[in-house]
């Protein structure tokens, strides 16, 4: 069964940096398509990053140039990599898989994914 746990969110002031990890098993960790996605209050929930299985990347336009996602094929997680946070990108930031062909973009919508992590929690206030 595929799974999917995140970890490393918390409370970290404006202008600070996070990293956020997936561990995924189950399935065949580069043969998928992976993607971060957050929910706020409030708000829709949005594609934040993502990387197919040859590992091009895209990114929401909020977050070019402040996160960067990234995949370790050998130990089988995900990462997202956070600076210059923001109060606005407080949300509970979820990870999502798919099995991917290798000619296919990333994916940023959330009806691509048919596997999801529970969440991990970042707040960013002073």
């Known amino acids: 069964e595929v799974q999917l746990v995140e970890s490393g969110g918390g409370l970290v002031q404006p202008g600070g940096s996070l990293r956020l990890s997936c561990a995924a098993s189950?399935?065949?960790?580069?043969?998928?398509?992976m993607g971060w996605f957050r929910q706020a209050p409030g708000k829709e929930r949005e594609g934040v990053a993502a990387v197919n299985s040859h590992g091009s990347t895209t990114y929401g336009d909020s977050v070019k140039g402040r996160f960067t996602i990234s995949k370790d094929n050998v130990k089988n997680t995900l990462y997202l990599q956070m600076n210059s946070l923001k109060p606005e990108d407080t949300a509970l930031y979820i990870c999502?898989?798919?099995?991917?062909?290798?000619?296919?973009?990333?994916?940023?919508?959330?009806?691509?994914?048919?596997?999801w992590g529970q969440g991990t929690q970042v707040t960013v206030s002073s």
């Open positions: 999502a898989a798919t099995y991917c062909r290798i000619d296919w973009r990333p994916l940023m919508r959330q009806n691509q994914y048919d596997n």
């Open positions: 189950g399935f065949t960790f580069s043969s998928y398509c």
